[in-house]
């Protein structure tokens, strides 16, 4: 298994794919590393020779911001955001959507998994 970043990518999937198992890199940027390091995209990244690796490596450090260096970019800007108690740092304080979904309904992944009250149920009829 090829190592790049501390991260160990798969074998058995070509090397354009492999590359996206890397926190920060999509599709668009695997085939830019592929085409920047003079590698053949299609090739498994088994077969991929060490200097062809290094060359991703320092491709990867020098160029892009991925892995660890990215995942503290992210977590500095949401402390920021809560830290100034914008609005959507005070959503992301609260553990709601941030970015303008409802949240009457399907709000779950961030809201987690329903808290029933007791006494909502509906009204009787009083005649």
Do not use: W
């Amino acid at each position: 298994m090829p190592r790049l970043l501390g991260v160990d990518i798969p074998n058995n999937r070509a090397a354009v794919v492999s590359l996206t198992y890397l926190f920060g890199v999509g599709p668009h940027t695997a085939r830019e590393l592929c085409r920047k390091a003079n590698i053949n995209p299609t090739v498994k990244a088994r077969d991929l020779r060490e200097d062809e690796v290094a060359r991703l490596a320092v491709l990867l450090d020098n160029e892009y911001i991925v892995e660890g260096q990215l995942r503290r970019q992210v977590n500095q800007n949401i402390a920021r955001l809560r830290e100034i108690a914008c609005y959507r740092g005070l959503r992301h304080r609260k553990g709601l959507p941030v970015r303008g979904q409802r949240t009457k309904t399907n709000a779950r992944t961030r809201k987690g998994p329903k808290k029933t009250v007791a006494g909502k149920k509906g009204v009787k009829d009083l005649r």
